[in-house]
């Protein structure tokens, strides 16, 4: 049996709009918690940051958990698929090159979520910076060290 089966339906009726918003969730190989060090978070951090410094996506919100990422975008001048597939292969050589890991960082895919033209942004935020709170990680989101919003 294939180890992802609906794997590719992942990328059924997927498509990229310059300006729309988009809920990105990635998650890593094996659901391994290599997150849990933040320090290897960090890592990802800056990809994150390098995407919006280089105006690819407006970066609204994020949190990494031990073993995934949420992202809240808005693209700009990327696809999504060129948008994840950068994300995913910097952060792997990057962090494998730290932890002396070789091999698949990511699992395969990603999964996105279009937001409606107009729709509120800050209630898919304030999901995304609590979900350490959500998993008893935390008892104060000031106490998680990998999120950020762009309202604060």
């Known amino acids: ?15 990229s709009e310059p300006g729309r918003g988009y809920l990105l969730t990635v998650v890593v190989h094996e659901r391994r918690r ?7 978070g960090r890592l990802l951090v800056a990809e994150l940051r390098r ?7 407006n970066s609204i919100a994020w949190v990494i958990m031990p073993d995934h990422l949420h ?13 994840m597939q950068a994300i995913k292969s910097r952060s792997t050589l990057t962090i494998n090159r730290t932890t002396g890991n070789k091999g698949a960082f990511w699992q395969k895919g990603y ?13 898919y935020a304030r999901f995304i910076v609590a979900n350490p709170l ?3 990680l ?12 762009c309202w604060l």
Not at 34 to 40: K, P
Not at 113 to 123: K, M, N, V, Y
């Open 71 to 83: 992202w809240l975008v808005q693209l700009e001048q990327r696809s999504l698929a060129k948008l």
């Open 138 to 149: 935390v008892k104060n989101i000031g106490d998680y060290p990998l999120w950020d919003a």
């Open 111 to 123: 999964h996105d979520r279009a937001l409606r033209d107009g729709e509120d942004l800050r209630p």
């Open 34 to 40: 290599i997150f849990s060090d933040w320090r290897l």
């Open 51 to 57: 995407a919006h410094d280089e105006q690819w996506v």
């Open 134 to 136: 959500r998993a008893g």
């Open 1 to 15: 049996m294939h180890p992802h089966p609906n794997s590719h339906l992942l990328r059924l009726g997927r498509w």
